[in-house]
């Protein structure tokens, strides 16, 4: 899709903190992160849907989230490492990977029980903060496990 941001960066035309890439999948950190690390898992293929995705591509994404929470395990110690799996805000199928280090971090308008719940993006990482941990994570998978 000429229009989608996430195949711009799949393509080089928009910067990204890339931390892993293969020939399915392009792994890079958020711009926007719940928490430092934050990491979102795309498909190379434009799939606006996970459920449009071969089943053989959905599985080698939650394969590579588990070996990133295994990584943010060991780099940032939180409680538990989250995964969600999105498309609402970019039309490409995403997985978000987030370390948790407080039990609502990651979690559903379900829980929430004010009557007008309002939403806002977190803030924008630092460019040298995205850094800084894209070359974290890039050396967590360069030692292997």
């Known amino acids: 899709m000429t229009d989608c941001i996430f195949c711009k960066i799949i393509a080089r035309e928009e910067p990204a903190h890339v931390v892993f890439e293969d020939e399915q999948v392009l792994a890079f950190l958020d711009i926007h992160p719940v928490r430092t690390g934050h990491t979102l898992i795309i498909p190379k293929p434009h799939y606006s849907y996970f459920e449009e995705m071969?089943?053989?591509?959905?599985?080698?994404?939650?394969?590579?989230?588990?070996?990133?929470?295994?990584?943010?395990?060991?780099?940032?110690?939180?409680?538990?490492?989250?995964?969600?799996?999105?498309?609402?805000?970019?039309?490409?199928?995403?997985a978000h990977v987030a370390p948790m280090h407080q039990k609502y971090d990651v979690t559903s308008a379900r829980y929430i029980t004010s009557p007008n719940p309002t939403f806002a993006l977190p803030p924008r990482a630092a460019t040298a903060d995205l850094s800084r941990e894209a070359a974290r994570l890039k050396a967590a998978f360069a030692g292997g496990r």
Do not use: C, K, W
């Open 54 to 94: 071969p089943a053989e591509l959905m599985a080698h994404i939650a394969t590579l989230a588990q070996r990133f929470a295994r990584r943010m395990m060991t780099i940032y110690q939180p409680m538990r490492v989250g995964l969600i799996i999105s498309g609402t805000d970019v039309p490409h199928m995403h």
